[in-house]
Protein backbone atom coordinates (compact mmCIF):
# COMPACT_ATOMS: atom_id res chain seq x y z
CA UNK A 1 0.00 0.00 0.00
CA UNK A 2 1.03 3.27 -1.05
CA UNK A 3 -0.38 5.64 1.99
CA UNK A 4 -1.44 9.08 1.22
CA UNK A 5 -0.28 10.43 4.89
CA UNK A 6 -0.64 13.12 6.51
CA UNK A 7 3.20 14.14 6.41
CA UNK A 8 3.86 15.42 3.44
CA UNK A 9 7.12 14.11 2.75
CA UNK A 10 9.84 15.90 0.28
CA UNK A 11 10.59 13.73 -2.74
CA UNK A 12 13.16 15.86 -4.51
CA UNK A 13 14.78 18.91 -2.73
CA UNK A 14 15.94 20.62 -5.78
CA UNK A 15 12.98 20.31 -7.66
CA UNK A 16 10.70 21.15 -4.10
CA UNK A 17 8.16 18.42 -4.71
CA UNK A 18 6.27 16.09 -2.47
CA UNK A 19 5.47 12.45 -2.31
CA UNK A 20 1.85 13.78 -2.17
CA UNK A 21 2.32 15.89 -5.34
CA UNK A 22 3.96 12.54 -7.03
CA UNK A 23 1.10 10.24 -6.01
CA UNK A 24 -1.56 12.62 -7.02
CA UNK A 25 0.14 13.26 -9.97
CA UNK A 26 0.59 9.92 -10.41
CA UNK A 27 -3.27 8.76 -10.36
CA UNK A 28 -3.99 11.09 -13.25
CA UNK A 29 -1.75 10.12 -15.60
CA UNK A 30 -3.34 9.16 -18.59
CA UNK A 31 -2.78 6.15 -20.11
CA UNK A 32 -4.96 4.90 -23.42
CA UNK A 33 -2.37 3.37 -25.92
CA UNK A 34 -0.02 0.19 -24.74
CA UNK A 35 1.26 -2.88 -26.07
CA UNK A 36 0.14 -6.42 -24.80
CA UNK A 37 -0.16 -4.05 -21.97
CA UNK A 38 3.31 -2.59 -21.74
CA UNK A 39 4.61 0.88 -22.15
CA UNK A 40 8.07 2.09 -22.30
CA UNK A 41 9.33 5.18 -19.95
CA UNK A 42 12.19 7.11 -21.09
CA UNK A 43 14.27 8.29 -18.40
CA UNK A 44 13.97 11.45 -17.66
CA UNK A 45 16.57 13.93 -16.37
CA UNK A 46 13.52 15.50 -14.18
CA UNK A 47 13.03 12.73 -11.58
CA UNK A 48 9.92 13.83 -10.29
CA UNK A 49 8.52 13.33 -14.19
CA UNK A 50 10.36 10.16 -13.96
CA UNK A 51 8.42 8.46 -11.13
CA UNK A 52 5.18 9.79 -11.90
CA UNK A 53 5.42 8.05 -14.71
CA UNK A 54 6.13 4.80 -13.32
CA UNK A 55 4.00 5.30 -10.17
CA UNK A 56 1.00 5.96 -12.85
CA UNK A 57 2.09 2.68 -14.68
CA UNK A 58 2.06 0.49 -11.12
CA UNK A 59 -1.19 2.04 -9.84
CA UNK A 60 -2.86 1.47 -13.43
CA UNK A 61 -1.32 -2.39 -13.32
CA UNK A 62 0.40 -1.14 -16.52
CA UNK A 63 3.66 -2.94 -17.08
CA UNK A 64 6.46 -0.62 -18.12
CA UNK A 65 9.99 -0.62 -19.12
CA UNK A 66 12.30 2.19 -18.66
CA UNK A 67 14.48 2.87 -21.48
CA UNK A 68 17.63 5.37 -21.93
CA UNK A 69 16.54 8.24 -24.17
CA UNK A 70 19.22 7.42 -26.95
CA UNK A 71 17.53 3.71 -26.93
CA UNK A 72 13.66 4.85 -26.92
CA UNK A 73 13.44 4.57 -30.84
CA UNK A 74 14.61 1.04 -31.30
CA UNK A 75 11.49 -0.13 -29.18
CA UNK A 76 8.14 -0.83 -30.44
CA UNK A 77 5.91 0.23 -27.63
CA UNK A 78 4.06 3.26 -26.95
CA UNK A 79 5.61 5.41 -24.70
CA UNK A 80 4.41 7.32 -21.89
CA UNK A 81 5.43 11.30 -22.35
CA UNK A 82 4.53 14.76 -20.23
CA UNK A 83 1.45 14.79 -23.14
CA UNK A 84 -0.02 12.11 -20.63
CA UNK A 85 -0.38 14.24 -17.81
CA UNK A 86 -3.64 15.34 -16.58
CA UNK A 87 -4.25 18.70 -15.14
CA UNK A 88 -6.77 17.28 -12.70
CA UNK A 89 -4.83 16.93 -9.23
CA UNK A 90 -7.97 16.88 -6.63
CA UNK A 91 -6.93 15.54 -3.26
CA UNK A 92 -7.94 11.77 -1.81
CA UNK A 93 -7.03 9.92 1.54
CA UNK A 94 -7.29 6.50 -0.04
CA UNK A 95 -4.87 4.07 -0.05
CA UNK A 96 -3.56 3.20 -3.21
CA UNK A 97 -2.18 -0.66 -4.04
CA UNK A 98 0.80 -0.82 -5.42
CA UNK A 99 2.37 -4.10 -7.06
CA UNK A 100 0.06 -6.83 -9.03
CA UNK A 101 2.23 -5.33 -12.44
CA UNK A 102 5.40 -6.42 -14.16
CA UNK A 103 8.92 -4.01 -15.28
CA UNK A 104 11.58 -4.45 -17.38
CA UNK A 105 14.70 -3.58 -17.17
CA UNK A 106 17.24 -3.51 -20.32
CA UNK A 107 20.80 -5.46 -20.09
CA UNK A 108 23.60 -3.22 -20.79
CA UNK A 109 25.05 -5.51 -23.34
CA UNK A 110 29.11 -5.81 -22.26
CA UNK A 111 28.46 -9.44 -21.79
CA UNK A 112 25.83 -10.11 -25.08
CA UNK A 113 23.51 -9.13 -27.15
CA UNK A 114 21.15 -6.52 -24.72
CA UNK A 115 18.06 -8.28 -23.15
CA UNK A 116 15.14 -6.73 -21.67
CA UNK A 117 14.50 -8.70 -18.47
CA UNK A 118 11.36 -9.36 -16.41
CA UNK A 119 10.31 -8.89 -12.88
CA UNK A 120 7.04 -8.84 -10.87
CA UNK A 121 7.18 -5.04 -9.47
CA UNK A 122 5.99 -6.64 -5.86
CA UNK A 123 9.77 -7.95 -6.05
CA UNK A 124 10.98 -4.79 -6.09
CA UNK A 125 8.65 -3.08 -3.30
CA UNK A 126 9.68 -6.49 -1.31
CA UNK A 127 13.10 -5.75 -1.25
CA UNK A 128 13.20 -2.41 -0.65
CA UNK A 129 10.68 -2.99 2.74
CA UNK A 130 13.48 -5.54 3.65
CA UNK A 131 16.24 -3.55 3.58
CA UNK A 132 14.24 -0.45 5.16
CA UNK A 133 14.16 -2.63 7.91
CA UNK A 134 17.61 -4.18 7.88
CA UNK A 135 18.51 -0.28 7.83
CA UNK A 136 15.63 0.82 10.13
CA UNK A 137 15.65 3.19 7.16
CA UNK A 138 13.42 6.51 8.20
CA UNK A 139 13.08 9.44 6.45
CA UNK A 140 15.29 11.68 7.78
CA UNK A 141 18.10 10.05 5.26
CA UNK A 142 18.66 10.45 2.18
CA UNK A 143 19.02 8.32 -0.80
CA UNK A 144 21.93 9.52 -3.82
CA UNK A 145 21.00 8.25 -7.19
CA UNK A 146 24.25 7.65 -8.95
CA UNK A 147 23.31 5.00 -11.64
CA UNK A 148 20.30 5.65 -14.41
CA UNK A 149 16.72 4.14 -13.74
CA UNK A 150 17.08 2.35 -16.31
CA UNK A 151 19.76 -0.10 -14.51
CA UNK A 152 18.40 -2.41 -11.89
CA UNK A 153 20.42 -0.38 -9.31
CA UNK A 154 19.34 2.78 -10.20
CA UNK A 155 15.49 1.80 -10.02
CA UNK A 156 15.90 -0.06 -6.55
CA UNK A 157 17.14 3.20 -5.23
CA UNK A 158 13.89 4.89 -6.52
CA UNK A 159 11.75 2.22 -4.74
CA UNK A 160 14.00 2.38 -1.26
CA UNK A 161 13.68 6.18 -1.16
CA UNK A 162 9.45 5.34 -1.98
CA UNK A 163 8.83 3.08 0.58
CA UNK A 164 10.11 5.37 3.02
CA UNK A 165 8.84 8.52 1.58
CA UNK A 166 12.98 9.44 1.60
CA UNK A 167 14.27 12.13 -0.32
CA UNK A 168 16.57 11.38 -3.38
CA UNK A 169 19.38 13.25 -5.14
CA UNK A 170 20.33 12.67 -8.07
CA UNK A 171 24.35 12.85 -8.50
CA UNK A 172 25.81 13.04 -11.57
CA UNK A 173 29.32 11.62 -12.97
CA UNK A 174 30.99 14.77 -11.85
CA UNK A 175 29.15 15.49 -8.84
CA UNK A 176 30.53 12.04 -7.87
CA UNK A 177 34.03 12.89 -7.68
CA UNK A 178 33.74 17.09 -6.86
CA UNK A 179 30.42 17.44 -4.87
CA UNK A 180 29.64 17.37 -1.28
CA UNK A 181 26.59 14.85 0.25
CA UNK A 182 26.07 12.52 2.28
CA UNK A 183 23.50 9.59 3.23
CA UNK A 184 23.26 6.62 1.13
CA UNK A 185 24.46 5.61 -2.27
CA UNK A 186 24.30 2.96 -4.48
CA UNK A 187 27.80 2.29 -7.00
CA UNK A 188 28.99 -0.14 -9.10
CA UNK A 189 32.74 -0.38 -8.78
CA UNK A 190 33.66 1.33 -11.96
CA UNK A 191 32.57 4.08 -10.29
CA UNK A 192 34.44 3.40 -6.96
CA UNK A 193 37.86 5.51 -8.46
CA UNK A 194 35.62 8.74 -9.03
CA UNK A 195 34.22 9.01 -5.70
CA UNK A 196 37.72 8.12 -3.99
CA UNK A 197 39.13 10.97 -5.73
CA UNK A 198 36.39 13.51 -4.16
CA UNK A 199 38.20 15.61 -1.91
CA UNK A 200 34.62 17.16 -0.20
CA UNK A 201 33.04 13.41 1.02
CA UNK A 202 32.98 12.81 4.97
CA UNK A 203 33.39 8.92 5.49
CA UNK A 204 31.44 8.91 8.44
CA UNK A 205 28.15 11.12 6.54
CA UNK A 206 27.93 8.49 3.44
CA UNK A 207 27.26 4.66 3.43
CA UNK A 208 28.18 2.70 -0.09
CA UNK A 209 26.49 -0.05 -1.09
CA UNK A 210 28.68 -1.89 -4.03
CA UNK A 211 27.05 -3.78 -6.42
CA UNK A 212 27.32 -5.33 -9.83
CA UNK A 213 30.22 -7.03 -10.64
CA UNK A 214 33.28 -8.10 -8.92
CA UNK A 215 35.42 -4.67 -7.51
CA UNK A 216 39.64 -4.81 -7.37
CA UNK A 217 40.52 -5.63 -4.42
CA UNK A 218 43.15 -2.82 -3.95
CA UNK A 219 40.07 -0.46 -4.82
CA UNK A 220 38.27 -2.34 -1.62
CA UNK A 221 41.29 -1.63 0.34
CA UNK A 222 41.05 2.30 -0.84
CA UNK A 223 37.55 2.68 0.26
CA UNK A 224 38.52 0.85 3.77
CA UNK A 225 41.67 3.32 4.06
CA UNK A 226 39.27 6.59 3.55
Known amino acids: Q ?5 TDHLFD ?21 TKDNWVAIPEDENLSFLMIKVLGAII ?10 SEITKISLPVISEANFACKTE ?3 RSLPLGGSLFGVQTSGSSGKKKIIVHPVNNLIRSANQ ?32 VTKSPVQKIGKTDLSQ ?4 GIISLVSAQLPALLRNPKISPSE ?17 CLEK
Open 2 to 6: LENDK
Open 13 to 33: DREKITYRELIQKAKHLIIND
Open 60 to 69: HKINFVIIAK
Open 91 to 93: TTE
Open 131 to 162: LAKILRKTNKHNWNLSLPAYHIGGLSILFRAL
Open 179 to 182: THFK
Open 206 to 222: ISIHLGGGRANSSLIEK
